[in-house]
């Protein structure tokens, strides 16, 4: 009885850990550093993403993160600077697949920023895409382009 026991409390004290230690950055932590925010708790601070997009147009230096989070809360971080006429993105992720506690990042340089809006075919869902067009890499998740990287989608509202 004892052993069952003892196994059961080293059970639930990894499950508690695996639910709460998978992340290091959270919710909070994107807020309080001002990222622009999607999923669970979004869309937030999305004014931020038209401006770096105003300045990557206008050709001026700016850094932008957005913050994609699942609903287990695990975040997608998106990290753009435009910088010498390029738009630098790395994309970090945490695979619950991977055994270590490192994330999994991939790094790629853009050549533009561009909204769409597009409406799903027989559906009333509207949406904002924020697309990054010739890239050296496809990486996250991918437009229809193959050198084209979504790095946010914000859902408009039907009246």
């Known amino acids: 009885m004892k052993t069952l026991l003892i196994l059961f409390i080293g059970l639930l004290i990894t499950l508690i850990t695996l639910l709460t230690g998978c992340s290091g ?13 999607g999923g669970p708790g979004g869309p937030l601070h999305v004014e931020k993403l038209d401006q ?4 990557a147009a206008s050709r001026q ?24 006429g390029k738009i630098q993105y790395s994309w970090s992720t945490r695979s619950k697949l991977n055994k ?5 990042r991939y790094k790629t340089a853009c ?7 597009e409406q799903l075919e027989g559906n009333v869902v509207v949406s904002k895409l ?4 010739g890239c050296e890499e496809t990486i996250g ?7 084209s990287i979504i790095v946010y989608q914000l859902p408009i509202e039907q009246e």
């Open 141 to 147: 998740m991918r437009y229809k382009e193959p050198d």
């Open 52 to 55: 770096f997009v105003d300045h």
């Open 25 to 37: 950055y959270t919710y909070k932590d994107a807020v309080k550093n001002g990222d622009v925010i």
């Open 100 to 104: 270590k506690r490192n994330d999994l």
């Open 130 to 133: 924020y697309i990054l067009k």
């Open 61 to 84: 230096q700016a850094k932008l993160t957005v913050v994609n989070f699942t609903v287990e809360g695990q975040p997608d971080i998106g990290k753009l600077e435009y910088k010498d």
């Open 111 to 117: 050549s533009t920023i561009e909204t769409i809006e």
